[in-house]
């Protein structure tokens, strides 16, 4: 079994930790798309459809060069550990087999492959990445911070995401189809009176309200004082756009402090703790 610790290191690390004494017996074969069904633990639920027929209309023409990689289900057939977009796609070009490399893994390596494999393309959607981790630390009996260990992030960055499960369902489905964005469902989360949530969220797409403005409503409805315009000169629309973008990136306060004449200014970027400072780095992609 792979080594738990490695799995930070990313997917074709955990790969090779429990294939590379089978590596050089390993072989390509071809299967019946008829006897693979896709992976149980896979989180993305939403696949791009156009991205799919270009993809299908690609192995129609050429095939499918690089192999999926299948387990023997336990019921019958192979399960997808990797490569459920090629295994739809060449369902949509009418193939009937597919090449395929099978490997024996467990469930709880099925499970963090999944999430691993999504998370290093970047395929899931906030709300499918956080049911993603909740899942893993249920099945496999976990804490945040041992599920942070094993994933390679930090405890704060799984728990904003985790967090996004308590939003009411209407509102968890204005995340998944694109109208808010991680950071306006993360400021919703902080209203207090949670019965006002689902409306605020709806005027948020409504009025296409910014994360600092949305921020300044949820202060003014948890009864906070309203807060004080900065008496210095305004930013203009270019940073005011390019600070909201910054917050949603770092998912903290980042405040822009510009002199439009001169064009110089500095980028001040807040934390709440060292894990917090730690994930902000790894954001930024800086090891120290």
Do not use: C, W
Request: glycine letters at 4%.
């Amino acid at each position: 079994m792979a080594n738990k610790k490695g799995l930070g290191r990313g997917i074709n690390a955990l790969f090779s930790d429990f294939t590379e004494e089978k590596e050089i017996d390993e072989k390509v074969e071809e299967l019946q798309l008829s006897e693979i069904r896709p992976n149980p633990y896979q989180p993305r639920k939403t696949f791009d459809e156009e991205n799919l027929h270009d993809l299908a209309e690609s192995i129609r023409k050429n095939g499918v060069f690089q192999p999926i990689i299948v387990r023997k289900s336990s019921v019958m057939g192979y399960e997808i550990i990797a490569g459920e977009r090629r295994f739809r796609a060449s369902k949509m070009a009418n193939q009937d087999k597919i090449p395929a490399i099978v490997r024996a893994i467990d469930d709880e390596q099925m499970m963090e492959i999944a999430v691993l494999e999504n998370l290093q393309r970047e395929d899931l959607s906030p709300l499918e990445e956080a049911q993603a981790y909740s899942t893993l630390m249920e099945n496999l009996k976990i804490t945040q911070s041992e599920l942070s260990e094993r994933l390679g992030k930090s405890r704060p960055y799984i728990a904003n995401y985790l967090r996004l499960l308590d939003l009411p369902t209407e509102v968890k489905s204005m995340l998944q189809n694109g109208q808010l964005s991680m950071g306006q469902a993360r400021t919703l989360l902080a209203l207090k009176d949670k019965d006002k949530l689902v409306d605020l969220a709806k005027r948020t797409v409504k009025e296409n309200l910014t994360v600092r403005q949305l921020e300044q409503i949820v202060n003014e409805m948890n009864g906070k004082k309203k807060i004080k315009k900065d008496k210095k000169k305004k930013l203009s629309p270019y940073l005011l756009e390019s600070q909201t973008q910054l917050q949603e990136k770092f998912g903290t306060k980042v405040a822009i402090k510009a002199n439009e004449k001169t064009g110089k200014g500095k980028i001040e970027i807040s934390y709440l703790s060292t894990e917090d400072f730690n994930r902000i780095l790894d954001v930024l992609n800086i090891e120290l």
